[in-house]
């Protein structure tokens, strides 16, 4: 995939930028910088997309580029939002809450055209569903230091792999941008060279 116009991933997550790598699309990565505390009463689907449009927006203020990706991923666990722990006690209580049990992996996106103004904003979930998991695995786990920027204090495709007994839904996704989607609002948006 070649594109027509520059690109912008608006996130420091390396996982997000290898993704849109593996599509083949070339873009620059500049992080966005906003408050990404959840408003009282939001739902997650309303948070993950109002904070994927704000670092898309926040970002292409800055400008550099015509179309800017934002994306967030928050982990819901019965009825709570899980971001990213805040110290390693708090990603065992995590995981502790996540063990032998089925949850969501919510990422927003937005995907910002600078030039016209326009932007497309949309959520994917995906189910996860875990082992059961004892207090060693969950210790060992915690003391990589993998679980501290990763909501819900795990990565699928690394230290936390063998976690998950099953999926339901986009495996990109999981990791933190679904990648499907995702490519299909750029071509929408005409992103790419002969859409537009």
Request: aromatic share 6%.
């Amino acid at each position: 995939m070649v594109n027509n116009s520059s690109i912008v991933l608006a996130s420091a997550s390396p996982r997000r930028a290898e993704l849109l790598a593996s599509a083949g699309i070339i873009f620059t990565v500049v992080p966005g910088d906003i408050n990404e505390t959840p408003l009282p009463e939001e739902e997650p689907v309303a948070h993950v997309l109002r904070l994927a449009e704000g670092k898309a927006r926040e970002v292409a203020s800055r400008g550099g580029g015509r179309f800017f990706i934002g994306a967030d991923t928050i982990v819901l666990c019965a009825g709570e939002i899980m971001g990213k722990p805040c110290d390693n006690a708090d990603a065992g209580r995590m995981l502790r809450r996540l063990s032998g049990r089925t949850h969501q992996v919510i990422t927003g996106f937005a995907v910002l055209d600078r030039m016209s103004g326009k932007s497309l904003s949309r959520a994917v979930s995906t189910d996860v569903t875990f082992k059961p998991l004892d207090d060693e695995e969950i210790s060992a786990y915690v003391s990589t230091g993998c679980p501290l920027d990763k909501a819900g204090a795990y990565a699928i495709q690394g230290g936390a792999a063998y976690m998950v007994e099953k999926i339901n839904g986009s495996y990109t996704n999981v990791v933190g941008l679904p990648l499907c989607e995702v490519v299909a609002t750029l071509r929408e948006m005409g992103a790419f060279k002969g859409d537009a």
